[in-house]
């Protein structure tokens, strides 16, 4: 089946399964590898991208959900947030001040996650945080996650 999704601002046209999971679509048919695969039941959010501004697990969203839609991964995060071409956006900056990654491997996923939220509300108490941000992190970087979003909020 012929899939059309605009990722990261670049158009495809794909012939995949339609019931191939995004994740895998981003991964292995595009090369975006930023995209992690955690869990595969949308529990841990290491797979989140953004699909339409709408943070959403691709470890379980099949392909043609997402036919016709804008979707933005970790690696055009920067891009859409108004970033210089090879630059951060504000949030990947504090990210990396307030040294929020140990192992690293479910910050994409984060990122995406948190930045949806920010985009929806620019002022996020810590109820909103702890009610949008369900992400998992093994390593426990939850004092300095809120520390970045604090950063970034206060700007």
Known sequence: MSIKLTVNGQPHELDVEPEMPLLWVLRDELGLTGTKFGCGVAACGACTV????????TCVTPVEAADGAEITTIEG??????????????????????????????????????????????????????????????????????AAIRDVTAA
Do not use: F
């Open 50 to 57: 953004h699909i339409d501004g709408v943070a959403t697990r």
């Open 77 to 146: 995060l920067a891009a859409v947030s108004g970033a210089e071409e090879g630059g951060l956006s504000a949030l990947q900056a504090a990210w990396i001040a307030k040294q929020v990654p140990q192992c690293g491997y479910c910050q994409s996923g984060m990122l995406m996650a948190v930045s949806a939220l920010l985009a929806e509300n620019p002022q996020p108490t810590d109820e909103d945080i702890d009610a949008a941000i369900t992400n998992i992190c093994r390593c426990g970087t939850y004092p300095r996650i809120r």
